[in-house]
């Protein structure tokens, strides 16, 4: 068995808790000593159950992504994650406590962390909405302007938080470098670790005023129409992007992407099965018996269809390559036509007769109760 944590639990690195949570009890199952016939199953069940305690853990998964599995089992034994004076949660905790820790130190200047300047630029954050359109829409696909309130780089201030013209000075906490320099002791000896200054958020400049349009957050709210493209054979719950649309980035990173989710309402006529149709044709009697060519409207325009002698209520016809347009794929799926005969409420007297004596040349006794077109009703 696998020594990875993500292995044991046979889930990807970027698996999230619902998906942890899952594989651990299918793993549970399998390898709970009380029934499985493994003779190594108990030690399976322990690895299973400290994969979950790991992975489940938002500061240990992190530390572990970081460290690796060798070295993370070799800092816990050390020091014990969960041990006395684990600091409340903290995967450093038993080694020195809290934020600051030698380990967080350590792992930050060698793993990704504060050994780098955070200040450069970042990708705005992605937003999200929704738009619904019906089955034609989805079929034909469609150009629409939709409006959505979205943050915007503040235009007084261009993003920056504050006014052009205002007083500035270096910021005394990092003698405006925008960054701070502080020296440990550790295990491993001195280490020297640099981190984003906590006061001028790593711009090692200090401004007097604030921008009065922004409050100094350098984005506002504002709506934005934007134009659409919604392409023929979208599928309900399917998501468009639209590139940079999103939220602003930070010193002058891109802007993130607007997600938008595609809701298709029902129809009254068609159903949908991926890219295929189905559709409920009604027919007359006279057609089911002596069959015809019947002409019905798609959601593409008309279409004819041979209905042949004899057929019964509830076949189902196939016309290939009436159905939905296949998304981002050439040709279209199929519609399924299925048949019903539809039963009159009311006949003339020369059409009872005529159906009376229909019945009676095929051998059938007409019930005086239940005439002959009441039984063709309630057999359908």
């Given amino acids: 068995m696998s020594e990875d944590f993500y292995e044991v639990l046979g889930v990807s690195r970027d698996a999230d808790e619902d998906e942890i949570k899952r594989a651990y009890r299918r793993k549970a199952a399998e390898y709970h000593p009380d029934v499985s016939d493994e003779p190594d199953a108990e030690e399976k069940f322990k690895r299973v159950k400290k994969a979950k305690e790991v992975l489940m853990d938002e500061q240990k998964r992190a530390a572990y992504d970081r460290m690796g599995h060798d070295r993370f089992e ?24 809290g934020a600051g820790s030698p380990f967080d130190d350590i792992f930050e200047q060698f793993f990704g962390g504060g050994g780098g300047r955070r200040d450069g630029p970042r990708q705005g954050q992605d937003l999200q909405t929704s738009l619904t359109i019906d089955l034609e829409d989805a079929y034909h696909g469609l150009s629409r302007e939709m409006t959505v309130t979205r943050p915007e780089r503040c235009p007084d201030c261009d993003g920056r938080g504050h006014p052009p013209d205002a007083d500035a000075q270096p910021c005394p906490a990092c003698d405006g470098r925008g960054q701070q320099t502080r020296v440990q002791q550790t295990p491993f000896g001195r280490v020297q670790q640099s981190q984003t200054c906590r006061q001028c958020g790593g711009e090692g400049t200090l401004f007097a005023e604030t921008c009065s349009t922004c409050d100094g957050d350098g984005r506002v709210l504002r709506e934005a129409t934007l134009s659409v493209e919604v392409p023929a054979g979208i599928r309900d719950g399917q998501t468009l992007r639209m590139d940079g649309e999103g939220a602003p980035g930070e010193r002058g990173g891109p802007n ?125």
């Fill in 74 to 97: 070799q800092a816990e034994k050390r020091g014990g994650f969960d041990g006395a004076g684990g600091g409340g949660g903290d995967p450093f905790g038993g080694m020195g406590g």
């Fill in 256 to 380: 993130g992407d607007l997600l938008i989710e595609i809701t298709i309402e029902p129809h009254p006529e068609f159903e949908r099965d991926g890219d295929d149709l189905l559709y409920r044709l009604p027919i007359s009697f006279p057609q089911a018996v002596f069959g015809d060519e019947v002409t019905f409207e798609t959601l593409d325009g008309s279409v004819s269809m041979d209905v042949p002698e004899g057929t019964q209520s509830g076949e189902t016809f196939r016309l290939r390559g009436k159905g939905m347009p296949r998304l981002q794929r050439r040709g279209h799926g199929d519609l399924f036509v299925r048949v019903q005969v539809v039963t009159p409420e009311q006949l003339s007297r020369e059409q009872r007769e005529a159906l009376e004596a229909f019945a009676e040349a095929g051998g059938e006794e007409i019930d005086v109760k239940e005439g002959f077109f009441e039984r063709i009703r309630n057999s359908f």
